[in-house]
């Protein structure tokens, strides 16, 4: 009786935790992988693993950043096991259109577009901190990274976006 | 600190609030017009980082996934898929209103929206969908084109005398009469509408038949008015 108590309080705790973490988890596997099937792919991982080791989390306000590092640790290890093949970043772009172009305007959807066309080693510290809420310490611990190379990573990100958009609008006024 | 380290600085951390770093703004006009245009497009970075999140299966799918070796891992998820293909035939709209209220729980903040949404921002939300008489809607507060249940469909939100209402507008699914429903503090009503169906759901019960009545009935064919 007590342990099928314990049981669904566990499982409650859970799906408390999934229910408010689980849109970050899908937007950070999102914008890891660039592909919706294995970003949900990841997400399942993940949560599968999570549930595995729930006893482990001690401090729920620590729940994020736990689930977070498993995601990047799944997002690793699927591609390793699975030997996904390199895609040219237009046909990624062509694939997920629906999701990419799903914003109100289309100043957004290009953003979108541009933050696909980031290297990974850019466009992770920046998901980390401008979605997550990460601070350049935490996104050098999550990544193994000093803090002077997470810095540099954002400036070069942001660098590269803005120049992005400063060709776009260059190019909507045909100069 | 010099206007180039400040601004390699503000570039990697727009958010950041150091001291030294608002002590230079503060002396420099320049600086600062750079550190506003930097925020601001680094809210435009975030608005375009929130892409739209797909819907999952419940809890229980994970819970349930953790059998101790691969052939029970094996024989549990074909049981599982077996059980829930055979549940889905026999009851094919009991998950709908669950499916709703779990897309409102990712969507929290759509409720506290408070100003109105433009004609251009609604017409995109809406994706070329069939779209109900504006004046059944009134003054939209909210409107998003989410993911759910395989196809994007408009999620709107309206102010109904100062309350929000939320709507969604289903045309990938089909209910013969309309199904009540309250589950986590919400109460809704699925009503089919035009070709498809609609959701609507609020805190205050009372209004809800009239608001789906009024809504669906602006999307009826014509000559389908009941």
């Not at chain 1, 006893?55 to 096991?81: K, N, S």
């Not at chain 1, 030997?83 to 990624?92: F, G, I, S, T, Y």
């Not at chain 2, 600085?9 to 770093?21: F, G, I, N, T, V």
């Not at chain 2, 009851?91 to 209220?101: E, F, K, Q, T």
Request: a negative charge.
């Amino acid at each position: 009786m007590t342990r099928s108590r314990d049981g669904t309080d566990r499982q409650r705790r859970f799906g408390d935790l999934c229910s408010a973490l689980r849109p970050d988890l899908f937007r950070f596997a999102f914008w890891l992988s660039r592909d919706r099937a294995v970003a949900e792919d990841v997400v399942q991982e993940t949560l599968l693993r999570a549930w595995r080791a729930l006893d482990d989390l001690q401090d729920e306000r620590a729940a994020r950043h736990w689930l977070l590092t498993i995601a990047r640790r799944e997002h690793a290890r699927l591609y390793e096991r699975k030997r996904l093949e390199v895609v040219d970043v237009d046909d990624l772009i062509e694939r997920e259109e629906p999701m990419l172009a799903a914003a109100a305007e289309d100043e957004l959807a290009d953003l979108r577009r541009a933050i696909f066309r980031l290297d990974e080693d850019y466009r992770e510290p920046l998901v980390l901190q401008v979605l997550m809420g990460y601070s350049t310490e935490e996104i050098a611990r999550h990544m193994g990274l000093n803090a002077g190379a997470v810095l540099t990573r954002l400036f070069r990100a942001r660098n590269r976006l803005r120049k992005a958009f400063a060709e776009r609008d260059a190019g909507k006024t045909g100069t | 600190m010099n206007c180039l380290e400040y601004r390699r600085q503000m570039a990697a951390e727009p958010r950041s609030e150091s001291a030294e770093l608002l002590a230079h703004a503060r002396s420099c006009a320049a600086c600062a017009e750079f550190t506003t245009q930097m925020r601001q497009f680094d809210q435009r970075i975030e608005a375009a980082l929130r892409i739209p999140v797909p819907l999952w299966s419940s809890i229980g799918s994970i819970t349930e996934r953790w059998p101790r070796a691969p052939l029970a891992l094996a024989a549990s998820l074909l049981l599982a898929v077996t059980v829930a293909a055979i549940l889905w035939m026999l009851v094919p709209r009991s998950s709908l209103a669950d499916d709703i209220v779990d897309h409102m729980k990712h969507e929290p903040y759509a409720m506290q929206a408070g100003g109105t949404v433009s004609a251009e921002a609604l017409a995109h939300a809406m994706g070329g969908k069939p779209m109900p008489a504006p004046a059944s809607l009134g003054r939209v507060t909210y409107a998003q084109s989410c993911w759910f249940r395989g196809n994007f469909v408009p999620h709107l939100v309206i102010d109904e005398g100062g309350e929000p209402v939320t709507v969604f507008l289903l045309a990938h699914e089909t209910v013969k009469e309309p199904v009540q429903f309250t589950e986590d503090g919400y109460t809704g009503v699925i009503v089919p509408a035009g070709e498809g169906a609609i959701a609507v759901l609020t805190w205050n019960e009372s209004q809800l038949a009239a608001i789906a009545k009024r809504i669906s009935q602006s999307m009826a064919p014509e000559g389908a008015t009941k």
